[in-house]
């Protein structure tokens, strides 16, 4: 009966260890998938974003956001096979057609210009899940 009883409690341990051993094992697979998912530092997402969100405010010159429409589209040309790198773009009022580019569809010709004489108004959208800049909205004042 003594044998027994130790068998049991040999055999209830190493249950206790395998299931240990499992958790931890679980836990660290979640772990890798979470840092694959973000394949960009800190840093990188950072520097990504400086390039967008310089630009935001109120009253920004015409001249300013048209050079934010050329680092548009230098970066959607230079990211088409990463659509989480695409920034969308909507613009409104000063004659644009209103409406979202949307990143599939990586706008490599703006419709127009923004006008030098005039201010406009640009915000950003950062995606929750890269925290890249998402979207970027110009409304003409």
Known sequence: MENASKALIIAGAILLSILIISLGI?????????????????VEVLN??????SFEGNNVRGSEVNSLLNRIVQNNVANQEDKSKQVKLTQTGDGWQSGTTSASQAPTNMPKKAQTGKTYDV????????????????KSN
Not at 48 to 53: D, G, M, S
Not at 128 to 134: E, I, Y
């Open 26 to 42: 679980f836990i660290f697979n979640q772990a890798s998938e979470v840092t694959k998912s973000s394949n960009l530092s800190e």
């Open 48 to 53: 990504f974003n400086e390039k967008f969100t």
């Open 123 to 138: 915000s950003y959208t950062i995606d929750p899940h890269t925290g890249l800049v998402d979207l970027i909205t110009i």
